[in-house]
């Protein structure tokens, strides 16, 4: 009797571990108009995250279109045998506000209305990780300005054709500049210099590359048009001790660029996937970043979605280092997402 209770005693604890052999899995994803915009979009999207294994899942575009998406999701991975937790952005049209986090943890603390700053980070998410204390904000960037687009060939205002590419540095940091997200970055970094956590953690879409990327190394690739730029939030964020997961564990641009965006969706025309139909204009704008010294480090990190990208308004089959993790079935959004498996390296 003893016996059994003891092995009952230790299933459960198992059971409570985080994840394979203590992993935590981490997935950031852009969910295209609250998973409205190519049909069947919402149930993929629940089937996606029930067989990813992820454990913590931050979303932005969810704009509670149809009730509260985050409520919804969690009621539809019920319906798949899974039990999540989800807490849902203020989601008042306004870019930023359009996220929420769901995990297979407790939510120990969820905090909305953190930013003044239009597309700030207005979110921060605590969660009980096995007695770990992770705190997560959820981001989604300001969509304007998208200067990346100069050197292309393209404005990254209006989104029309220019007369010749702009390949000055300067200008592109310009025109980057005019935008919110050097704000929304600076006043994130105040927000968090006040907390502590065992792992910190900084994920969403920024509609901005990072100077990781666009380095003399990829200077004649992606039609950069020789263009170098230290992008400011990827800057400002490793300026206050942030890494970009993506880089660390595949430091070199050129051979893992691992692009997010545009991606391919076999149910949407490619004309549906563009802003700029005669250039190469993939980039990798969506990201997951940590704060080193913590109780976590990264192990792995994948690309999830299709294999393929649009380029120069034609479906294009990736051919670097990257690992990808492929859906299944339809694909609900026009960007790629990422996911970053943790390992503890200190006990709590």
Known sequence: MLRNLFAFLLL??????????????????????????????????????????????????????????????????????????GASGRCTGVQGTDVCVLSKYPIEEAVTGLSTVPGGVDMKVRLDVNGYDVLLYPAHLDYTHYACYLPRGYDGVTWRKLPAPDSDPQAVLRMNRESTRDEAIAAFLEE???????????????????????????????????????????????GAGLRDVYRVIHPDPATHPGFTYPSDNPAKAVRELTWAPEADERDRIDFIYYLPGGAFEPQRVEVVGPSSSVVCSERVRETGG??????????????????????PVRKN
């Open 12 to 85: 459960c604890c198992a059971g409570c571990s985080v994840g394979n052999a203590g992993e935590l899995r981490v997935l950031q994803l852009n969910i295209w108009g609250d998973a409205t915009v190519v049909p069947g979009a919402f149930d993929a999207l629940a089937d996606e995250i029930a067989r990813l294994d992820a454990h913590v899942v931050a979303l932005c575009e969810v704009n509670n279109h149809d009730g509260v998406t985050s409520e919804r999701l969690v009621e539809a991975l019920k319906q798949r045998g899974q039990t999540w937790y």
């Open 192 to 238: 968090v210099s006040r907390e502590r956590a065992d792992l910190i953690l900084l994920a969403g879409d920024f509609n901005e590359p990072s100077h990781l990327d666009w380095t003399d190394a990829t200077r004649a690739m992606w039609d950069h048009d020789g263009c170098i730029v230290p992008w400011d939030c990827s800057v400002m964020l490793y």
């Open 322 to 343: 990257d690992t990808f993790i492929e859906p299944l079935g339809v694909w609900p959004s026009d960007h790629k997402g990422v996911l970053v498996t943790f390992k």
